[in-house]
T-cell receptor, first 113, second 110 residues
Framework: GAGVSQTPSNKVTEKGKYVELRCDPI?????LYWYRQSLGQGPEFLIY????????DSGLPNDRFFAVRPEGSVSTLKIQRTERGDSAVYLC???????????FGPGTRLLVL | RKEVEQDPGPFNVPEGATVAFNCTYS??????FFWYRQDCRKEPKLLMS???SGNEDGRFTAQLNRASQYISLLIRDSKLSDSATYLC???????????FGQGTTLQVKP
């Protein structure tokens, strides 16, 4: 079946701009996660949703970052006033339930110039 | 101190070699443990879960030592296709949040 999909695959933007990154989880998966991976590092947790609600947003670095999942399926990660330090691969994952195996999407490569 | 620490390597080994990776974690209350594999410019994929009793999947063996807060991965008879980054992963509280190590890079040479 279809895996986790993320769009766009690459995004180049200028410092100060607003970006939205989209994640389509595996059908039927109730839990959805966002991670950020910088070059040479492991993924870093940002936020996860159980259904429509954010169950843990402790990894969001500051209030420029926000994520939604209004219907409990697709999620959007929103970054306001982008900074060069936001450049990274943004990974989305989904799982059947909170403690089940997480399956990752291919990521969105964000470059802030 | 990082929550999950790994030697980034790289580990360069010949085909057929046995190689071991280690990882330590700081949160003694951590509930579950995994090894993920990540190929260059690809997403991480679950390689195996790690259990207290140790577990094996073909050429791969994972061990957990809760007293020392230490996790290991052993790869026997290395193949060229094993070349990748191996990520040590901890779930600190049986929630959805995974904590990843930096990853250890393995390069298997002919």
């Amino acid at each position: 079946g279809a895996g986790v999909s993320q769009t766009p695959s690459n995004k180049v933007t200028e410092k100060g701009k607003y970006v939205e990154l989209r994640c389509d989880p595996i059908s039927g998966h109730t839990a959805l996660y966002w991670y950020r991976q910088s070059l040479g590092q492991g993924p870093e947790f940002l936020i996860y949703f159980q259904g429509t609600g954010a169950a843990d947003d402790s990894g969001l670095p500051n209030d420029r970052f926000f994520a939604v999942r209004p219907e409990g399926s697709v999620s959007t990660l929103k970054i306001q006033r982008t900074e060069r330090g936001d450049s990274a691969v943004y990974l989305c994952a989904s799982s059947r339930g909170m403690t089940e195996t997480q399956y990752f999407g291919p990521g969105t490569r964000l470059l802030v110039l | 101190r990082k929550e999950v620490e790994q030697d980034p390597g790289p580990f360069n080994v010949p085909e057929g070699a046995t190689v071991a990776f280690n990882c330590t974690y700081s949160n003694s209350a951590s509930q579950s443990f995994f090894w993920y594999r990540q190929d260059c410019r690809k997403e991480p994929k679950l390689l195996m879960s790690v259990y207290s009793s140790g577990n094996e999947d073909g050429r791969f063996t994972a061990q957990l030592n809760r007293a020392s807060q230490y996790i290991s991965l052993l790869i026997r008879d290395s193949k060229l296709s094993d070349s990748a980054t191996y990520l040590c992963v901890v779930n600190p509280g049986n929630t959805g949040k995974l904590i990843f190590g930096q990853g250890t890079t393995l390069q298997v040479k002919p």
